[in-house]
């Protein structure tokens, strides 16, 4: 039983994509207080068309997130894709989620992308608070292991590059970009901050390394939790166990700052060949002794690419 002291906790997610998606579907039925904070190197697919197009933040993550803490018929809504390619011509909406042009008019309208966040949750009676990193939309490039540089978030993601696709290191552009104060401000203040899950070089990371935001991490007084990806993503994370998702956070910003790590350690399910993603394999030994490992059976047995959002919920609120 969760008492309303834990109801009232301010819980902060760094990331956006597919995985923290999951994890606040899971957590809305604990916390009255969840803040996301989304990446705005989004390019690739239908938000980054809208990026291109109109100049806009992209949509596609603060959208998501917001369906995710919306009520059923809502979140059915904001994530209809129009039927066609989604990497389609910029001008076509073949491919494109309503939610997404949603948002765009009303950039466009107010022409603050803060206030069309607020526009947007009371128009569809959304709660929570939905922050993008920075206040303008940015790049990324990546090296690799061979020293080679990628730039753009859609080849690196797609694996659209030449020799060993094995990540080094990713940076986000414009370096001198300001990570947004109300970001900071919510990191700060938070009483559980969560990184991860998702893709590690291209929407966690890309939030972490803006100027201003690891240092606020290490600074939070938060109790703070490192969600492991239940499966290795095949241009990204290929062969990682939960020891190179830690060394590479530290490499990226001089430590590793979270308290607690939770990973599954359920494989029984086969996941289907045609998706090349394989099981993040768990360590022997702790990767930090200092850190708190949590590892339990969390996979959604019906797509085992992803967490179960209960289960994963159940497991962090077990170890607050």
Known sequence: MVNQEMKNLKVVCLGGGIGTVNLIKGLKKYFNDITVIVST????????????????????????????????DIAKLLTYRFPGDRYGKDQNIGGQKL???????????????????????????????????TNEPTTISATTVQGYRIQGEEKIDL??????RVLDKVYVHPESVQANKKALAAIENAD?????????????????????????????????????????????????KTSDYVSTIAKHIGCFPFETIIVNNEFSV????????????????????????VSEALIDKNFPLYHDSSKLAKAIVENI
């Open 41 to 72: 190197a989004d390019e690739g697919g239908s938000s980054g068309r809208l990026r291109r197009l109109y100049g806009v933040l992209p949509p596609g993550d603060l959208i998501s997130c917001m369906a995710a803490l919306s009520c059923t």
């Open 270 to 293: 086969k996941i289907p060949k045609k998706y090349h993603y394989h099981y993040v394999k768990l360590d022997k030994k702790n990767p930090i002794a200092s850190v708190k490992v």
């Open 159 to 164: 694996g659209k590059y030449k020799g060993i």
């Open 99 to 133: 939610g997404n042009l949603i948002m765009t008019a009303l950039d466009q309208i107010t022409g603050n992308p803060e206030k069309s966040v607020e526009f947007f949750k009371k128009l569809f009676k959304i709660q929570g608070t939905f922050i993008p990193v």
């Open 192 to 240: 559980l901050l969560f990184f991860g899950p998702g893709d590690l070089f291209t929407t966690l990371l890309p939030v972490m390394i803006v100027s201003g935001v690891s240092d606020a991490i290490k600074a939070a007084k938060a109790k703070k939790f490192f969600i492991v990806n239940v499966a290795n993503k095949p241009f990204e994370t290929r062969g990682y």
